[in-house]
């Protein structure tokens, strides 16, 4: 099985400043179609997990443009620009260019 | 609008079943594949299983392999989960979620409690 390893598994940022959350794969994500199979997941309390990035850099439907993705290979980074109150939560990096899908640990973001 | 919305969760004694249901509106459901993923208290999301948009194939985590069948209705727009011989460890929020690859949509999840 292909091993998501987050970090921080913690984050606690002052609204208007930036964060960044690393996510590292045990196995290449790169797919013989020349495309990287990394998607970021925010779960909000009480909610489901909602989509925010696919394919390590591509942001879904309504996605703040503050979020970015970044990375290749087995190296992946997510960035929010200037975080917000909305944005607390716990973030997920998954693959799924192999099964089983996996998901890293997680990291919690909460606001200073 | 896309929903998926899940059903069937409840508290199940050790060893018990339970079905959970997913009903899916606003896409054609005959052309996405399928997942269920969860959530344990003081956890992070599991992938559970994942189902093929014709119901041809199915995929699951060794942690529920044998005891757990996914399977779909795709006149009915509604994905299934047929847990059986449920252990304490499968206590979790059970969401389904749309797509073959990073799911897209995801419904509310329901809560499954295995307990005596």
């Known amino acids: 099985d292909i091993v998501m390893t987050q970090t921080p598994l913690s984050l606690s940022v002052t609204p208007g400043q930036p964060a960044s959350i690393s996510c590292k794969s045990s196995?290449?994500?790169?797919?013989?179609?020349?495309?990287?199979?990394l998607y970021w997941y925010l779960q909000k309390p009480g909610q489901p997990p909602q989509l925010l990035i696919y394919?390590?850099?591509n942001r879904f439907s309504g996605v703040p443009d503050r979020f970015s993705g970044s990375g290749s290979g087995t190296d992946f980074t997510l960035k929010i620009s200037r975080v917000e109150a909305e944005d607390v939560g716990v973030y997920y990096c998954?693959?799924?260019?192999?099964?089983?899908?996996?998901f890293g640990q997680g990291t919690k973001l909460e606001i200073k | 609008e896309v929903q998926v919305l899940e059903s069937g969760g409840g508290l199940v004694q050790p060893g018990g079943s339970l079905r959970l249901s997913c009903a899916a509106s606003?896409?054609?459901?005959?052309?996405?594949?399928m997942n269920w993923v969860r959530r344990a208290p003081g956890k992070g999301l599991a992938w559970v299983s994942l189902?093929?948009?014709?119901?041809?194939?199915?995929y699951y985590a060794d942690s529920v392999r044998g005891r757990f069948t996914i399977s779909r209705d795709n006149s009915q727009n509604t994905l299934y989960l047929q847990m059986n011989s449920l252990r304490a460890e499968d206590t979790a929020i059970y969401y389904c979620?749309?797509?073959?690859?990073?799911?897209?949509?995801w419904g509310q999840g329901t809560l499954v409690t295995v307990s005596s």
């Open positions: 979620a749309k797509g073959w690859l990073g799911p897209d949509y």
């Open positions: 606003g896409f054609t459901f005959s052309n996405y594949a």
């Open positions: 189902i093929s948009s014709t119901g041809g194939s199915t």
């Open positions: 196995q290449s994500l790169l797919g013989s179609d020349g495309k990287t199979y």
């Open positions: 394919e390590v850099s």
């Open positions: 998954m693959q799924t260019i192999h099964l089983p899908r996996t």
